[in-house]
């Protein structure tokens, strides 16, 4: 595979990352958002089988396939048998309204690409467009979580947000080294399964969603 | 055995943790918690020595060299201070029935586990290594916030996972950055670009444009974890709603650990834009941590949200002396870096044993202290004094480092709000501490000694925090100079 | 090809597009009868109904002006010309060295825009309760619209190269970038929108608050209404026709050999098909949003749109 045809495929992984995350900050509904971050995350794994091929480094084959496995169907799976269990379907109206939502996400965009092309020739160190995606994905999923109510919503913008960090580690030269990203995988799996359990208790001992708890202030 | 320290120093808290899962009985488990924790300190002194002496000591993606040596030493010290205190603490819990018989032996599990983390985090050289151990610390403890399992302490530890892992996420993505510049500027590709040591040898050599929004991510990310504002929402709930122990250490040493990684990203941001970028942004925060939590301080009624508004001010205070930067600066704020841990500790403890007594974490509620309590009322009073900034004790030591700095750096703007906001808190501190430890105590309050394990504790930590404000061990001085100059470069 | 033959081409595309644009409501409707279990109606009543229209008396309220009697045939002139437009069986270079006519993509919207207003127009004019309301959500959903299809035509403008409709079509190669992938996923948004279908409006209904297209046609009647239900038809099928052209121009004749023509045509009637498809698919699967959910929906469209020029021109 030619340095340019890793580029373009990267480009263009790139877009439908950012197209699912407008899925995921239009989501009315929660099984779509969760939906939309396990394609996401399909499209993350597909970036790393390709920039295996591009750069010869086998562990990114590695990668791919534990996102894949992970974040793409474990974890997926996982939240929706917390709503099924739980048994909310509807994200109530966000803090601030989806339009502006939209908004503030293109102009998040539109930061992402200016910042991105202010840097010199260490540009080339990250294929294709993965640095201006990943900043983006990552304040996006920063957006999600701020904005909305639901605790499902915000895991998902969790996981959203850390899928833009993989996308640009992996696209770093030749990706970061195999032991830090499965530790990454590790944490994220680890902290998803407290947040989970923390949902649980509380919703089996107080019968409110987590997120709504606001006791403590001042 | 010393070239493997290293590995061994968070492989203790490790095996300790292990070894209690095994065990029932709740003095068991006290002895081996206070024996773990001495050991971690011995073998933090044995490394400190050797790292003085002949340099750093490496070991895979582990490095022990001299700014990770007061970290690891507040680790060691406070583990073993709180060990102590929670042999009384942990009675008294099982007694009136805050805890269960069988949730104790994952307590102390819990504990050396985050003790592990922390540990981990402080010596790692693999940039990727620190970033795990940072995450692991806010799961352990996260876990132990919310151990309690009331509501308070459920909505506490959701916040605190919720906004420390987009935190860290944020750091994740600085390190990538860095990483990144550090590939590029190597050309080849090799595990290498993710050690600091070697980042931090070649850090002129990096891409300025790219470091400097690596640092800000950092900053931003791992300043979340570490409480500086405007990204501290997290911390006075979850400090307030933790087991004093636990509060104790997450206010202690947990938040510098934070510190920890952004001063090593400082250093490479030193090298990598000059000094003044990663310098202003430091002032910058720092400046808005104090001046945030201040109003939140005087109005405040909860005890130990009242000490984590001051810990997010004390932050600040870091940050400023780290940001004034030199010599001055930097020495400063690493001493205030020790001299908060162990003040912060002693005040949290203090605070446990009054709420265990007055079963309330009201400020308004709790009276008389010195009447009922001495002697954990003098350590009160002590404790508010020196977190106030008060002479001989030693926070006053180390503001005044970071003041001198700044005020030689020529921040002017900056040195005359720090101190505004000082005096300010020095009243606010004094009056709430006045009223608790003065007066007549309430009917509801339990009479009846103190444990003696606690105070025992409690005077270790004030012990420590009387001798640093009065005169500087040349141990210590040396260590914390060694380690200005590698931050410095 | 010089004299009045440019224009005989156009008149016979405009009447070859009038003349199938019922049978593509017939086959919709049909379709989605068969999805819901019912018989239906057959394929061809849309021609019934405007046979019947044609024949019926005008009435209008004491209100209206000669502005409302002349709003039918004028929004049906609009549509028509833009129907002449739209590339359907060829491509501009088919006639060997000479241009066949086709137009600017921008101006095929704009003449969309205009039969809006003056449809808007004409309601208002009447005086109705219902007129109004339907008038002023129609422009509503036509400020979140258009801009949309503009930033689409842009996207795929730059490109090629020119807005050029006969051009783009000409130009564009079979290689999906994904850019063009979130430009169709807004034209398919958009498709929704401007034929005046279940999400964005429902074409069945008559009650007045779910009507946004046929507030603005209920003061109508007789021919005047004939000219109307007609245009919409014919607005759907240009709709369609256009998006074809952007993004599937496939099948286009390069050449006027009867052969190619045939060939072309059949490509278009299998496109026009699937697209028929789509719109029942999407009618019998979805229920009709409120209106003030409009805006999300439609902003969903413009950010998809948006971030395909960006990532165009980035």
Same mark, same amino acid.
């Given at each position: ?17 950012? *197209? ?127 904005? =909305? ?47 989970? $359990? ?21 | ?115 592990? @983390? ?96 690596? *640092? ?45 990684? $952004? ?91 009054? $709420? ?22 003098? *350590?009160? #009073? ?21 003041? =001198? ?12 709000? *720090? ?58 001085? =040396?260590? #914390? ?9 | ?22 049978? /593509? ?43 409302? =009697?002349?709003?039918?045939? %004028? ?10 437009? /739209? ?31 003056? %449809? ?74 401007? @034929? ?119």
């Amino acid at each position: 595979m030619t340095p340019a045809l890793a580029h373009h495929l990267i480009d263009d992984v790139g877009a439908m990352l950012l *197209f699912t995350m407008i899925l995921i900050l239009g989501a009315g509904q929660l099984y779509r958002a969760i939906y939309a971050v396990a394609a996401q995350s399909v499209f993350i794994g597909i970036a790393g089988g390709v920039l295996a091929t591009a750069t010869g480094n086998s562990d990114l084959w590695v990668i791919a396939g534990l996102t894949i496995v992970i974040k793409a169907v474990a974890l997926p799976w996982l939240m929706l048998r917390v709503i099924a269990r739980v048994g909310i379907r509807r994200e109530i109206e966000p803090v601030i309204p989806i339009s502006l939502t939209l908004a503030i996400a293109a102009a998040i965009i539109l930061l992402s690409f200016y910042l991105s092309a202010s840097l010199g020739t260490v540009r080339q160190a990250i294929t294709g467009n993965a640095l201006p995606v990943g900043i983006a994905l990552m304040l996006l999923g920063v957006l999600v979580m701020v904005s =909305r109510r639901k605790a499902v919503t915000q895991m998902v913008g969790l996981f959203a947000s850390e899928n833009g960090i993989f996308f640009t580690a992996m696209a770093v030269s030749q990706g970061m080294p195999l032991i830090i990203e499965i530790g990454v995988i590790l944490d994220v799996i680890l902290g998803a399964l407290v947040m989970g $359990i923390l949902m649980l208790r509380v919703r089996s001992s107080l019968d409110e969603d987590i997120a709504d708890l606001e006791q403590l202030k001042g | 055995m010393i070239r493997h320290l290293p590995v061994l120093l968070p492989l203790v808290p490790v095996l300790t943790g292990l070894a209690m899962l095994a065990l029932r009985d709740p003095r068991a488990l006290a002895a081996v918690d206070v024996a773990g924790s001495l050991v971690i300190l011995v073998l933090t002194l044995l490394l400190a020595g050797t790292v003085i002496t002949s340099g750093p000591v490496a070991a895979g993606p582990f490095r022990a060299d001299a700014v990770a040596l007061p970290f690891l030493f507040l680790i060691g010290f406070l583990a073993v201070c709180a060990a102590i205190y929670t042999v009384g603490w942990m009675r008294e819990e099982l007694e009136t029935g805050k805890i269960k018989l069988g949730t104790v032996r994952h307590y102390y599990a819990l504990f050396h586990a985050f003790i592990a @983390t922390m540990l981990l985090t402080v010596l790692a050289d693999n940039l990727g290594v620190l970033w795990i151990a940072m995450e692991g610390t806010t799961i352990t403890s996260a876990v132990l916030v919310g151990l309690r399992g009331h509501r308070g302490s459920l909505e506490a530890a959701w916040k605190y996972i919720i906004v420390t892992t987009i935190g860290i996420s944020f750091g994740l993505f600085g390190t990538v950055l860095v990483y990144a510049a550090a590939a590029h500027a190597r050309g080849d590709m090799s595990g290498d670009a993710m050690s600091w040591a070697v980042i931090a040898g070649m850090s002129k050599k990096l891409d300025p444009g790219i470091v400097r929004i690596g *640092f800000l991510f950092v900053l931003v990310g791992y300043g979340t974890k570490a409480g500086l504002a405007p990204v501290h929402m997290w911390l006075p709930d979850a400090h307030s709603q933790a087991p004093s122990p636990v509060s104790a250490l997450l206010s202690g040493a947990l938040i510098k650990c934070a510190l920890f990684g $952004i001063i090593r990203f400082h250093t490479i941001a030193r090298g990598a834009c000059g000094e003044a970028f990663s310098g202003r942004l430091l002032v910058l925060f720092g400046l808005v941590s104090v001046v945030v939590a201040t109003p939140l301080i005087i109005t405040q009624r909860d005890f130990k949200r009242l000490l984590g508004y001051h810990s997010v001010e004390h932050v600040g205070i870091v940050a400023l002396g780290l940001g004034f930067g030199g010599t001055v600066g930097t020495f400063g704020a690493l001493l205030h870096v020790i001299n908060h841990g162990v003040t912060k500790a002693l005040v949290f403890l203090v605070a446990g044993n009054a $709420i265990g007594r007055y079963r309330t974490q009201d400020m308004h509620a709790i009276r008389g202290l010195l009447a009922i309590a001495p002697w954990t009322g003098t *350590f009160l #009073l002590m404790g508010a004094f020196s977190l106030a900034g008060t002479p001989p004790f030693s926070i006053f030591v180390s503001e005044l480092y970071v003041l =001198r700095a700044g005020l030689g750096g020529g921040h002017f703007v900056a040195v005359a709000v *720090f101190l505004l906001m000082t005096v300010i808190i020095f009243g606010g501190l004094i009056h709430h501490a006045g009223r608790m430890a003065f007066g007549s105590p309430s009917a509801s309050a339990k009479a009846g000694r103190d444990a003696g394990s606690t105070l025992g504790a409690m005077a270790l930590l004030a012990a420590v925090m009387v001798l640093l404000g009065v005169f500087l061990p040349s141990g210590l001085e =040396r260590v #914390l100079s060694r380690a200005t100059e590698v931050i410095l470069g | 090809m010089d004299g009045l033959a440019p224009l005989g081409v156009a008149a016979a595309r405009v009447a070859l597009l009038a003349l199938a644009a019922p049978l /593509v409501t017939g086959i919709v409707q049909k379709m989605k009868a068969t999805l819901q279990s019912r018989q239906g109606a057959s394929v061809v009543q849309p021609y019934r109904d405007l046979r019947k229209l044609l024949r019926k008396g005008t009435v209008q309220s004491d209100t209206a002006s000669a502005i409302f =009697r002349a709003v039918p045939p %004028l929004v049906l002139a609009a549509t028509l010309t833009a129907a002449a437009m /739209v590339p359907v069986l060829f491509l501009p270079g088919a006639a060997g060295g000479a241009r066949l006519p086709l137009g600017d993509a921008i101006l095929l919207l704009s003449l969309l825009a205009l039969a809006r207003f003056l %449809l808007a127009v004409g309601a208002l004019d009447a005086g109705g309760a219902f007129g109004g309301m339907g008038a002023s959500r129609e422009m509503t959903v036509g400020v979140l619209v258009e801009p949309v299809l503009m930033l689409v035509v842009f996207s795929v403008a730059a490109a090629v190269g020119t807005t050029e409709l006969g051009d783009i079509a000409a130009r564009r190669s079979l290689a999906f970038r994904a850019p063009d992938l979130l430009a169709l996923f807004s034209m398919m948004l958009l498709l929704l929108a401007e @034929t005046g279908r279940i999400p964005v409006d429902n074409p069945d209904t008559h009650l007045e608050l779910t009507m946004l297209h046929e507030g603005m046609l209920l003061e109508h009647s007789g021919p005047g209404l004939g000219c109307l239900v007609l245009a919409t038809h014919v607005k759907q099928i240009v709709i369609m026709a256009f998006s074809l052209a952007i993004f599937f121009p496939e099948g286009l004749a390069q050449s006027l050999a009867p052969q190619a023509i045939a060939i072309a045509a059949g490509a278009f009637c299998l496109k026009i098909v699937g697209l028929s498809i789509f719109l029942a698919l999407v009618e019998s699967s979805y229920a009709k949003l409120r209106f003030f959910r409009l805006p999300q929906f439609l902003g969903m469209g413009l950010l998809c749109a948006f971030m395909a020029l960006a990532l165009r021109l980035l």
